[in-house]
């Protein structure tokens, strides 16, 4: 069957196993050279994608929950979105959340996902009190922070090259309501984008969508957002009404005059100065959820999100750089995303680093590759990294850059007999 991930960039004829049991995990690993356990396809590139793909999505049930402490054990094909509509509602949420609730438990953990409150929370990992994978002798291994832990530093970050993910123990946090208190600033700048992150440092979650074809004064001015749970008691919890996209748009439909029209009306509707507002759970967290299928909106051809970070010392120059380049040259992306993030954990591939992190979407295209490129030269020059599970077509030498620890990671995947079994388009590519 013909398999992609989420930016439909690229497509493989792939076979697909479903993961209905131990016993059949096993009888898939010794039947099959090499595989790759696969979630929701939420992921942007091809870490994901082989010859052969394990769906986990039918494991997905909650084994056992203690209402005291928060701690769930879950199976790994479980969706972020069936946790919350099963404990926003009792008073409890996820401590580390992407921008989507549509992916797996294992998913979560392989990519070591962050969100808006990485300066604060940290990554994923940090609300995995244990998990178990099965390796590719068919073992199952137990590990966590303290118990073999180079396996689960390998595992929390590791793009599913140690094992298929059978379950884990996460902890919740206490909430005391299902609403968010939101407080919005419009920012005329990037140094005044930068300032207002610092401003608002101790709340815990904060973001903010940047105009990446705004120019001089302008460049990096954006929309700033922070906040937190309010304690109103109200955990009311309707997931809303999803608009979909019915079918792939014609590639001449996203293009850069549309995206500088878009973001100047974005940018302008917004209130000037500083707002507050009472959101939803659904739209401070995961607003294109709303919209099924928003990938067809770039086409057939699908799109890459380029998503890197910088050291914090060097995150202002690099990204007025990068900003300037995709201002001057490149296609635009209407979906800007800056993050702060705080200092790095010590799982061998996690993506953040203590400095602020960019994602946009660019349309796939012919000229995308170069321009891409180019961007790269400028992130490694300031010393920053790109995340593997938005990835595509980064080059082996680009990545290295950026991973002082991929060489452990490699020895820990040959004495376990990891490097022939478990393999993805990204790891051949990458040489992982």
């Known amino acids: 069957m013909e398999l992609s991930s989420w930016g439909n960039y690229p497509r493989v004829e792939a076979e697909r196993v479903a993961f209905r049991g131990t016993d059949t995990l096993r009888t898939a690993l010794d039947e099959r050279a090499e595989l790759i356990a696969r979630g929701n396809g939420r992921s942007y590139g091809d870490s994901a994608l082989s010859d052969t793909v394990v769906d986990v999505r039918p494991q997905d049930l909650f084994l056992r929950f203690d209402a005291k402490s928060g701690l769930l054990r879950v199976q790994a094909g479980a969706l972020l979105a069936e946790i919350l509509d099963t404990f926003v509602p009792r008073g409890w949420f996820l401590k580390v959340t992407p921008g989507t609730k549509l992916i797996t438990v294992g998913g979560a953990i392989a990519s070591d996902v962050h969100g808006k409150n990485h300066h604060v929370g940290g990554c994923f990992s940090e609300c995995v009190t244990g998990l178990r994978l099965m390796l590719a002798n068919g073992e199952v291994m137990s590990c966590s922070k303290d118990v073999n832990t180079e396996m689960f530093r390998a595992t929390c970050g590791g793009m599913g090259l140690t094992g298929v993910i059978l379950d884990a123990d996460i902890e919740l946090q206490k909430i005391g309501s299902a609403k968010i208190g939101q407080t919005t600033v419009k920012t005329s700048s990037l140094e005044e984008t930068f300032a207002t992150f610092e401003r608002y440092e101790k709340e815990r979650f904060s973001v903010a969508w940047i105009d990446s074809l705004a120019t001089g004064k302008g460049l990096g001015r954006g929309v700033f957002m922070a906040g937190d749970f309010l304690d109103d008691g109200d955990f009311t919890y309707d997931a809303p009404r999803k608009l979909t996209v019915p079918f792939h748009l014609p590639s001449f439909a996203i293009n850069r005059l549309g995206i500088g029209l878009f973001n100047k009306l974005y940018y302008a509707k917004t209130q000037s100065g500083e707002s507050r507002q009472t959101v939803d759970i659904d ?150």
Request: hydrophobic share 35%; glycine share 8%.
């Open 283 to 432: 739209t401070f967290f995961y607003p294109l959820d709303a919209i099924g299928h928003w990938n067809r909106i770039y086409g057939r051809n699908g799109f890459q999100q380029y998503q890197f970070v910088l050291p914090k010392a060097s995150s202002l120059d690099g990204l007025r750089e990068v900003l300037s380049t995709v201002a001057r040259s490149g296609p635009g992306s209407f979906l800007s995303v800056l993050k702060l993030c705080g200092p790095a954990n010590e799982n061998y591939l996690s993506f953040p680093l203590e400095g602020y992190s960019l994602a946009m979407d660019f349309k796939m295209s012919r000229r995308l590759p170069a321009h891409l490129d180019e961007l790269d030269t400028i992130v490694a020059r300031h010393g920053g990294r790109l995340y593997l599970t938005k990835d595509a077509r980064v080059s082996r030498a680009m990545f290295e850059t950026g991973y002082p620890h991929i060489e452990t990671f490699r020895a820990l995947r040959r004495q376990h007999g990891m490097d022939n079994k478990f393999q993805s388009l990204q790891s051949r590519r990458l040489g992982l």
